[in-house]
């Protein structure tokens, strides 16, 4: 709505019960999808306000960036279907795309390649923040606090103000955060971290520096590269989710880009969000065998046992997730190219889905499965650990993270995020001293 008059389709009209006062709501339309009332003086005109935890109903701004329709299973970057971006663009191209609305040409296309490979290297005194975590710490703790740190590095970039500035940090985020994701893992197994090497593309940089060492030459596999540049395609945005809103709630109180994306990983990191792909690797690894798979269903069907198909279920998605169906075609591909003919857990996740896509409660319910349904599978026969898949969706979300974040930081009617609440607390009362009480 950006504060210029959008373009209106009518408007609802709601009546206080009892009473005679009426709000008249504009009705904003996009150009496809719902259309949405604009609330904004409903409060100054019925002293009412809205009421919609988790934002189920609720748009929470404008934006050009991503359009998914859930019902029909469609996720659209810049107005692109995700399958043609998938089978013919790649991740630098997809970032360029998100963050500037169109596809590049050659030469803009060259410019921002040549922008993002300026920039993977890491402040040199950067290193020192990983050996401040524990070995054992969670790559997602190491990402979202050196990510954090960046602030305290690039003061030449953190005037939002700017649009050199954002430019910079966009830049230097899309750059480095696989540069510390790579370390995150090296630190974590006791290897030398592995410096960025810019001959490389964008998805073979992550694998060289997660997997090389200096003791030996390390050979990129480009059906393997390929397959992690079509993941980080697939993850690199996805409208509104709580990461993204996240980073434009951080984003609109003026915080630094920096500190915007690191309040999007730790948000990220939640196993009912990004967290899941990890999650849904535990849960193939407790199901253990097909045998056991009824057992687990019925422990997910159980309302009190808090147990849920992890990777299965989406806020928006109430059919099979576009990211899904493109992730479980990979997923063969790189089995197929890793010799793995047998693989006992994508057998044990074909069967879980099998029997999830054929009962009543899922089916009722129209829980599909969603993008970390497969993604998890892929990721660990490409030789990573399970802690680092979720650092791996943060990679690829980060686009979009900066992304959100330009497009709310150049919104001219952009205010401060500030949502109110419906108080059921304790009404006004008195103090008492404590020997007074009881
Ligand atoms: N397993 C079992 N039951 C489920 C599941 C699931 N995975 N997901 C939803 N339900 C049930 C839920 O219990 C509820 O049943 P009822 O109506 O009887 O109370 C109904 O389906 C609606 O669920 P909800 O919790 O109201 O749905 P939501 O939109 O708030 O939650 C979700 C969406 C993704 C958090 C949820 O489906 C879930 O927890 N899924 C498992 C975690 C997961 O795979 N997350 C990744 C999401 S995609 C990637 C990303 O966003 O990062």
Redesign the pocket.
């Known amino acids: 709505m950006n504060g210029t008059p959008y373009t209106g389709t009518g408007t609802v009209t709601v009546t206080l019960d009892g009473t005679n006062q009426t709000a008249t709501l504009p009705l904003a339309a996009g150009t496809i999808g719902p259309s949405v009332a604009d609330i904004r003086k409903l409060y100054s005109d019925l002293g009412i306000f809205t009421f919609d935890p988790?934002y189920?109903g609720t748009a929470a701004c404008e934006s050009k960036i991503t359009y998914i329709d859930g019902d029909a299973g469609v996720l659209l970057y810049r107005g692109y279907p995700i399958e043609q971006l998938a089978e013919h663009s790649n991740f630098l191209e997809v970032a360029y795309l998100l963050l500037n609305g169109e596809l590049p040409d050659a030469a803009q296309m060259a410019e921002f390649d040549r922008g993002v490979l300026r920039h993977t290297m890491l402040h040199e005194q950067l290193r020192s923040f990983f050996n401040g975590f524990r070995r054992d710490a969670h790559p997602m703790a190491v990402l979202c606090g050196v990510v954090g740190a960046m602030s305290a590095f690039y003061h030449d970039s953190l005037d939002i103000n700017d649009p050199d500035h954002r430019r910079i940090s966009a830049f230097r985020l899309i750059a480095k955060v696989p540069t510390i994701a790579a370390w995150a893992y090296k630190y974590a197994i006791g290897q030398p971290f592995v410096y960025p090497r810019n001959s490389l593309g964008y998805a073979e940089n992550l694998l060289y520096m997660m997997h090389a060492v200096p003791a030996e030459e390390y050979h990129v596999n480009p059906v393997l590269a390929r397959a992690l540049d079509l993941i980080l395609v697939l993850h690199a945005d996805?409208e509104q989710?709580?990461?993204t809103s996240t980073v434009r709630l951080a984003g609109s109180t003026g915080a630094n880009p920096f500190a915007c994306i690191a309040a999007g990983i730790a948000s990220?990191w939640g196993?009912?969000?990004?967290?899941?792909?990890e999650?849904?690797l535990k849960m193939l690894a407790e199901i253990g065998h097909a045998r056991h798979i009824p057992e687990f269903i019925e422990k997910?069907?159980d309302?009190n046992s808090n147990?849920?198909?992890?990777?299965?279920?989406?806020?928006?998605y109430k059919n099979y997730?576009p990211r899904a169906k493109i992730m479980q075609h990979t997923c063969h591909e790189v089995l197929r190219e890793l010799g793995i003919k047998d693989d006992p857990l994508l057998d044990l996740a074909v069967e879980l889905e099998h029997v999830a896509l054929h009962d009543d409660?899922?089916v009722s319910?129209k829980?599909y499965p969603?993008?970390?349904?497969y993604s998890g599978i892929i990721l660990k026969a490409m030789g990573f650990p399970t802690s680092m898949f979720t650092v791996l969706?943060a990679v690829a979300r980060t686009v979009g993270w900066v992304s959100q974040w330009m497009e709310m930081v150049e919104d001219p009617s952009q205010r401060i995020g500030r949502p109110r609440q419906l108080y059921t607390g304790a009404p006004q009362r008195d103090y008492r001293p404590l020997d007074a009480r009881g």
């Open positions: 988790g189920g996805h989710n709580a990461s990220l196993p009912a969000h990004g967290g899941a792909n999650a849904v997910v069907k309302k147990v849920r198909l992890m990777g299965f279920g989406h806020r928006v997730d409660y899922f319910r829980l969603n993008v970390d349904f969706f």
